[in-house]
């Protein structure tokens, strides 16, 4: 590794987790709050899942680099608002951007977004995957997290429950992810 690559790995925000599970007519998506830079916790009571677009009908949470994610919250918001609150469209229109635009190709980011009718993954590749069994999850504990709720999935069915006990799975596992969980439900 270079001087360049080298410096850039230190300064890189690393991991998080974030899960997204739905069960029923029930959408829960929940992260972590800890922000690592290095070896080091930042911040242990970041806020990675958030309402976005009118009325707070979106539920969005970032893995990746904050200010990129910020970026990436705010244009999907703008193609919410462009078509309509129409989710799916949005995000195949913010992801057809994030892959092809110069600047946004850079980012570094992924994104879970969930309004009443979906729970969907942003890739800055182009995808816009819906998640089989609906469940999903991303960041450096997303592996874990993924796991331990498909386990749980399986004989409970309050998707809150088993985002929570997915997400202290990785906290416990993971080392950039903390038990520092929020939470919201569309």
Not at 59 to 86: N, P
Not at 96 to 118: C, G, H, P
Not at 175 to 181: H, K, L, M, S, Y
Request: charged share 30%; aromatic share 6%; with cysteine.
């Amino acid at each position: 590794m270079d001087d360049r690559e080298n410096r850039h790995s230190l300064t890189k925000w690393h991991g998080t987790t974030i899960i997204g599970v739905r069960k029923g007519d029930r959408i829960v998506v929940a992260g972590d709050g800890q922000v690592s830079m290095g070896n080091t916790v930042m911040k242990p009571n970041a806020r990675k899942v958030r309402r976005i677009g009118e009325g707070g009908k979106v539920v969005a949470g970032f893995a990746g680099a904050t200010a990129d994610a910020f970026t990436l919250f705010e244009r999907l918001e703008k193609k919410l608002e462009q078509y309509s609150g129409q989710l799916l469209r949005a995000a195949v229109e913010l992801t057809k951007d994030w892959r092809t635009d110069k600047y946004l190709r850079n980012l570094e980011a992924l994104m879970i977004v969930a309004d009443k009718d979906n729970l969907l993954v942003l890739t800055g590749n182009g995808d816009v995957l819906e998640p089989e069994g609906g469940i999903t999850a991303i960041g450096s504990g997303g592996n874990y997290a993924l796991a331990a709720a498909k386990a749980i999935a399986e004989y409970e069915d309050d998707p809150e429950v088993i985002a929570r006990k997915a997400m202290k799975v990785a906290a416990d596992i993971c080392v950039f992810t903390n038990g520092n969980v929020t939470l919201e439900e569309v």
